[in-house]
């Protein structure tokens, strides 16, 4: 009853923001990503009938403030099969937790896939990806590598995720400039909460999102840079644009993260094909082509308040290795 598991993180290039339905997390609007590859987290679960409750260490600690929302998402495989009992889970992330970097993405899509692995559920990838969906919406896009979408049907509250296209179909880099190590004020959900409870402009964001994702996938599809460059920025900015706007105002950003933008546009009217995009917290993600990866990096690396840069390709989705790896 033990199964491990790895993920990777996802960046959304058309992004979500918002639920349709919070009770069982159906977003607002479609999204789409790209996952990556070197940053990862690794999750081992056990379903051990000595337990008394699930526990959940990460990074070598125990984890009180996040065991709940583990649980809950455990739940989902108990009500699936209901002679499951409680659960040993021990995650390791390599890199900073809960700042901007979507470890809830690769948590949970690595929670999941090492669930079902555990219990020998045998789901299919797109349960998989609808269960990770459920315990964060981001999740869900992880369960697949490469370039990936979250459809949602509005009227029926259905999703659909799905790959676009693999990793090496378009190989991008990714150079993450990390500005802030530390855990973020308002986590989504929260902000996502205010946003669409108190933000003006609240409607004109899910109004926008079809467009943006039609744009977007068929740019993908082309290789075309320059489009997914400019829809990319385009849904990053509006995003923060509508939870600037909310009440109070959610600011993810450092002046660091806002001078990296800059260096990052700075790069592109000069000729490197780069753009950037935000998640909610402060660190910097600048797409780019393979061949200018160092460059931009390096660019990034000067900027004043920049405390590391990591540079990583697109990667693989969730998948079960062997415990001891
Ligand atoms: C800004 O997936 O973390 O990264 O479903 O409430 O867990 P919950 O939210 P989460 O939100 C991610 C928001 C984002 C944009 C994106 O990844 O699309």
Redesign the pocket.
Known sequence: MKATAVAHP?I?LV???G?LDSGR?V?AVG?I?ITLDTLATRTTVTFDEGLAEDEFTLDGRSQPNRIDRVSRCLDLFRELRQETGFARVVSDNNFPTAAGL?S??SGFSALVVAADGALRTGLDRATLAQLARR?????ARSVFGGFVELELERATKNTTIRPIMGAEDWPLSAVVAVTSVAAKEV???AG?ELTERTSPFYAAWVAGSENDLTVARQAILGRDFEVVADISEHSCLK?HAVALAARPGLVYWNGTTVECMRVVRRLRRAGTAVFFTV??GPQVKAICLPADAAEVASALEQVPGVVDVLTCGLGAGARLVADDS
């Open positions: 996802n959304a992004k979500y923001w639920k997390n977003p999204s990503s979507a809830s993405a315990c964060s919406g981001s999740a986590g989504s959900t996502m995003m998640d909610a």
